[in-house]
Nanobody, 121 residues
Framework: QVQLAESGGGSVQAGGSLKLSCAAS????????AGWYRQAPGKERELVSI???????YYAESVEGRFASSGPDTQNMVYLQMNNLVDEDTGVYYC???????????????WGRGIQVTVSS
């Protein structure tokens, strides 16, 4: 079983930046890449970004140009740099490793517990 743990969330004013981190208990990010999801109050969980096993990336249209995924590093961590944050970016952010056919060849499903990001204007 793989454990994923997010960190770096918090409250920020609109226009500010936050950097989320996700630590894995083994080298699964190197083999399978990583994804970031978020869930706003009253809304369904949505995919924000993927960094694939070959380091190719995907971004949701709503965050394209503002967010950047990176990693993994030698500490088995991946990151989500979030810039120019807006109110709509508020939510619980989850790190995950799943099957994304265009980005990995893994048949897995692991999720972190999530971390709160609150953007206020």
């Amino acid at each position: 079983q793989v454990q994923l743990a997010e960190s770096g969330g918090g409250s920020v004013q609109a226009g500010g930046s936050l950097k989320l981190s996700c630590a894995a208990s083994n080298d699964i990010f190197r083999r399978c890449g990583a994804g970031w999801y978020r869930q706003a109050p009253g809304k369904e969980r949505e995919l924000v970004s993927i960094i694939g096993s070959s380091r190719s990336t995907y971004y949701a249209e709503s965050v394209e140009g503002r967010f950047a995924s990176s990693g993994p590093d030698t500490q088995n961590m991946v990151y989500l740099q979030m810039n120019n944050l807006v109110d709509e970016d508020t939510g619980v952010y989850y790190c995950a490793v799943r099957t994304w056919p265009a980005y990995n060849r893994c048949a897995v499903e692991y999720w972190g517990r999530g971390i709160q990001v609150t953007v206020s204007s």
